[in-house]
């Protein structure tokens, strides 16, 4: 007997942040979430998809009155797709299909109830960029913002019926891999030009950073799939964000005169630094992570964005500026690897353009979708 208990209390809220902390407590590789990362997806006045959307969480019991899994469901105004669609995720299970299987049933009940047609999932109530995905390959210790699980998770969703929607890719390299002949035969090229040079961004000076990445990013991906154009004072409230974190050697401008035309943007993984934490973010824990971040080694920096404007693409300036950025960072820093965030298989421009970055494909998530109608024919993420 499996017992369903609504997540609505404070002791609730708690169990559903510890019970992943136990079943992981023996895999070297899980770090755990902060739990103000988690609570403010489900709290109505810090995340938007409640303006259009609803969400519940779920316990699940035994008869023994023990946690065996957990689940959010939810709908969004906001996730629109060929049929009504809704979505689960924060799912954690132990090994057994049954209780799996019970909890997907009960996610299937909710959405239908609600008018849905099919759910997706581990999914995020929200944005894509954190919680989307299940693990299928590359266990290792995973970034900020991204779900983990067990190998044997992929097995309950398969045979329950989920199909993948859509893979994630997640790129990589060593930052003290040889870099592409091409790379130097260009930073050779460009660096005679004159007009042509490459910066750090400066934590001192972030309108102006602000300002140059929202023209790159909107000339440069105005054309892509699902691109969208930024606005520049969400930009910087961005940057003021992560302030705390940049690290002035890692993310490179690259201007002609003064005209910005490409960008390298990176972030340390801030994961090797909560992972001390215990989920926690206290004023202990603050100032612990001050502590921590002075003195461990980050040996891990996330790739968030790339971008040329379009006069300035397929030139090799990419080369000039990732071969401008090496040098710096190799003498200048103690990352060892550097980790593209996942992008899906169903966009070839950036998979092409990530590839080109001399990257191989060291991690995989996967988007499942269930279709109630198990008569419809299931189709995939449609290519950008």
Same mark, same amino acid.
């Given at each position: 007997m499996i017992i369903v208990e609504e997540v609505q209390n404070e002791n609730q809220k708690k169990k559903f942040l510890e019970f992943p902390a136990q079943l992981y407590r023996h895999d070297k590789n899980y770090i755990r979430p902060r739990n103000q990362d988690i609570e403010e997806i489900f709290d109505p006045e810090k995340n938007k998809s409640f303006q259009n959307g609803e969400?519940?969480?779920?316990?699940?019991?035994?008869?023994?009155?023990?946690?065996?899994?957990?689940v959010a469901v939810f709908i969004s105004g906001l996730y629109q797709q060929k049929q009504p669609t809704g979505?689960?995720?924060?799912?954690?299970?132990?090994?057994?299909?049954?209780?799996?299987?019970?909890?997907?049933?009960?996610?299937?009940?909710?959405?239908?109830?609600?008018?849905m047609e099919a759910m997706d999932g581990p999914i995020n109530f929200g944005e894509r960029d954190k919680f989307w995905g299940l693990l299928i390959e590359g266990f290792t210790d995973p970034l900020f913002g991204m779900n983990y699980n067990f190998p044997y998770y992929k097995e309950l969703f398969e045979n329950y019926g989920f199909k993948i929607y859509f893979e994630q890719l997640c790129f990589s390299r060593p930052i003290f891999a040889e870099v592409s002949r091409i790379f130097t035969l260009m930073h050779t090229k460009h660096s005679t030009n004159p007009a042509i040079s490459a910066r750090p961004m400066k934590k001192n000076d972030l309108p102006k950073f602000a300002k140059d990445f929202t023209e790159i990013y909107n000339?440069? +991906?105005?054309?892509?799939?699902?691109? %969208?154009?930024?606005?520049? $004072?969400?930009? !910087?409230?961005?940057?003021? &964000?992560? /302030?705390?974190?940049?690290?002035?050697?890692?993310?490179?401008?690259?201007?002609?005169?003064?005209?910005?035309?490409?960008?390298?943007?990176?972030?340390?993984?801030?994961?090797?630094w909560f992972k001390y934490l215990n989920g926690k973010f206290g004023i202990v824990e603050k100032l612990k992570f001050l502590w921590i971040k002075q003195f461990k080694k980050n040996e891990k920096m996330v790739g968030l964005v790339f971008g040329v404007v379009?006069?300035?693409?397929?030139?090799?300036?990419?080369?000039y500026m990732i071969w401008e950025g090496t040098q710096h960072l190799?003498?200048?820093?103690?990352?060892?690897?550097?980790?593209?965030? +996942?992008?899906?298989?169903?966009?070839? %421009?950036?998979?092409?353009? $990530?590839?080109? !970055?001399?990257?191989?494909? &060291?991690? /995989?998530?996967?988007?499942?979708?269930?279709?109630?109608?198990?008569?419809?024919?299931?189709?995939?993420?449609p290519i950008l």
């Open positions: 969400c519940a969480r779920f316990l699940f019991k035994n008869s023994e009155n023990e946690t065996v899994g957990k979505g689960m995720g924060f799912f954690d299970c132990i090994n057994d299909q049954g209780t799996a299987n019970f909890i997907f049933d009960h996610c299937k009940n909710w959405l239908r109830e609600r008018g000339q440069a +991906w105005a054309s892509h799939g699902e691109g %969208k154009q930024l606005e520049e $004072a969400k930009v !910087l409230k961005m940057f003021k &964000t992560m /302030k705390p974190i940049i690290n002035e050697h890692i993310s490179w401008f690259v201007y002609e005169n003064e005209k910005p035309i490409a960008m390298w943007m990176n972030l340390p993984d801030v994961n090797q379009p006069e300035w693409q397929k030139k090799g300036i990419d080369g190799r003498k200048h820093t103690d990352f060892k690897t550097t980790e593209l965030q +996942w992008i899906g298989d169903f966009n070839p %421009k950036m998979i092409k353009i $990530a590839e080109s !970055l001399d990257t191989t494909v &060291t991690r /995989k998530l996967a988007t499942y979708r269930y279709l109630f109608d198990r008569e419809k024919e299931f189709e995939r993420h």
